[in-house]
């Protein structure tokens, strides 16, 4: 079994904290044991990226120059593709296919910040006042908080992580304590790529005990979180108290809609992948279904056909769709939610139990699972559940169906399929939702803002703002006569 340093202030070295253990949720086998970082990790780390992201070289660094770092940390993921793939398929449990797409997306973050940080410009207002110019420009926040979650490791820490690189921030980063493994190697690909010792820390420990800490730190001017509602609300109160900026991408029950023109064959593949893909642990999971009446039961047909034809497996094979969830305790969370649902009068249409395969006994795998009979009011249909589960309702009103679409705390994301694209941009704007696909689902482009409305966050990730989030603005006036303050005369 590896053993494993912790990456602090530019030094790999024991964490100052508990055993931890990485492990296999296929089998629950120990990837890797490592130390948590201690609140002295902390300090180190913390203080070590102050004085990076001040050091001169650092700080006047030209864009270019930090551009070139990241374009090589995007060379050194595309050569490892596979072996990186399979380090976080261990680690989460994701199947191949799934991790090589988040790997090859994190290249492509690493790029396309790299690009970013080479064009943003500041910014030349025209004054509204005589014999003056103004020029407004940005710059980093200093230390910087990025806190993620489990599901997705190396993509959502590459979508914090490279942007505040590239704004040249110093940036401490704490994954999940079930996911430390890509976190890790993301240090090594960022040290191997040039980054300057210092400028990132990898953190691993409890959220409770090195996350709260961090975010806490007098000295961290940004906390950038991706994970659970109620721990956002909680870094939320953390952040006001210390007047600092923050961005929050949480939790979801994101509505799918079938309306009467849809291409059922289309929108039955589009939803069969919206929910169950990642095992419904994505936080964008299409898991309520709303389809209008004259084509439910046809579209129900065909989605419960896709959905049994989908391959339970394991995830280092081939061809396997759904590979286990993250742990035992969470596969217990999602099946008491389809008991609570058949207890609120549903009627499971497939799946709703522990596959009987011997095989996938010693995992946490949980069958794909359909329900209908609910209303949108049941508790199933308002809390998050992060698996496998998807509720099917029947709709006949336009206004009711937005009025229920939008009965959530939560508003991540909206699917709709409808051949009429003029009715669905209709939809799309009465949707309370950050993103709306239409006839698509889970798509993403580095380019494009991503966050949530209500309860689903705070602020936005990527696109050229998910660069100026790291940053903070400074205006300055130049006087260009010499009769601009009269006050004295
Ligand atoms: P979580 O909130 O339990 O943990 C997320 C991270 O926060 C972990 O690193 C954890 O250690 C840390 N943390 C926990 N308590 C903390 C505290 N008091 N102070 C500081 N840090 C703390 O979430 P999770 O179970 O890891 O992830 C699942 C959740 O993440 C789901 O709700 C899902 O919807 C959400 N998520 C959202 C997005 C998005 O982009 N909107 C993406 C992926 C996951």
Redesign the pocket.
């Known amino acids: 079994m590896e053993s494993l340093d912790i990456f602090v202030g530019g030094e790999w070295r024991r964490g100052g904290g508990n055993l931890m253990h990485s492990r296999f949720p296929a089998d629950g086998s120990v990837n890797a044991e490592l130390y948590a970082a201690d609140l002295a990790d902390l300090e180190t780390a913390v203080e070590r990226g102050e004085a990076a992201w001040r050091d001169p070289a650092w700080r006047n660094s030209l864009p270019h120059q930090r551009a070139r770092i990241l374009s090589r940390v995007a060379e050194i993921i595309e050569s490892r593709v596979d072996t990186l793939a399979e380090l976080q398929t261990r680690d989460n449990g994701k199947p191949l296919a799934e991790t090589r797409g988040l790997v090859m997306s994190a290249a492509g973050t690493a790029r396309y910040f790299a690009a970013a940080c080479e064009l943003l410009e500041g910014e030349l207002p025209t004054p509204r006042i005589p014999e003056v110019m103004t020029l407004s420009h940005y710059e980093p926040l200093g230390v910087v908080a990025a ?6 490791p190396i993509a ?1 820490e590459m979508q914090k992580v490279a942007p505040a690189i590239a704004a040249g921030n110093a940036v401490v980063l ?5 996911t430390p493994l890509m976190a890790l190697e993301l240090a090594r690909i960022f040290e191997q790529a040039g980054l300057p010792a210092g400028l990132l820390s990898v953190l691993p420990g ?3 005990i090195i ?2 800490a ?2 806490r730190h007098p000295k961290v001017r940004k906390i950038s ?8 609300r ?2 939320a109160h ?1 952040a006001a108290e210390k007047l600092i900026s923050t961005s929050l ?4 029950k994101s509505p799918t809609i079938v309306l009467e023109d849809a291409d059922i064959e289309q929108a039955a593949r589009g939803i069969c992948y919206g929910i169950f893909s990642s095992g419904g642990q ?3 999971a299409g898991a309520r279904l709303f389809v209008h009446s004259s084509v439910y039961q046809p579209l129900m047909t065909r989605l419960l056909e896709l959905t049994r034809g989908l391959r339970i497996g394991h995830p280092l094979t081939p061809g396997t769709h759904i590979g286990p969830l993250i742990s035992p305790q969470h596969r217990d969370k999602v099946m008491s939610y389809v008991q609570m649902a058949r207890d609120e009068g549903g009627e499971v249409l497939c799946g709703g139990e522990i596959p009987a395969d011997p095989q996938l006994a010693a995992g946490n795998w949980f069958q794909p699972t359909i329900i209908e009979g609910l209303e949108n009011t049941a508790q199933v249909c308002q809390e ?1 559940i ?1 698996g496998p589960v998807l509720v099917a309702m029947a709709f006949d009103d336009e206004q009711q169906l937005i009025a229920e679409a939008n009965d959530s705390v939560y508003g ?1 994301a909206a699917g709709i399929w409808s051949r009429d694209t003029g009715r669905a941009l209709r939809l799309a704007q009465a949707l309370e939702a950050g993103t709306i696909w239409i006839n698509t689902y889970k798509v993403f482009s580095i380019s494009t803002p ?3 409305f209500k309860e ?2 705070l602020g936005r ?1 990527k696109g050229i703002q998910g660069l100026k989030a790291w940053m903070q603005q400074k205006s300055i006036y130049l006087a260009t006569g010499n009769g601009v303050n009269h006050w004295c005369d």
């Open positions: 806190i993620t979650p489990w599901n997705s959502s704490k994954p999940a304590e079930a409890k959220g409770s996350g709260d961090l975010a979180f991706t994970g659970g509602t109620s721990t956002g909680h870094l953390v991408e949480l939790g979801g994505a936080c964008i998050e992060f991540l991503f966050g949530g689903s966050g990730e």
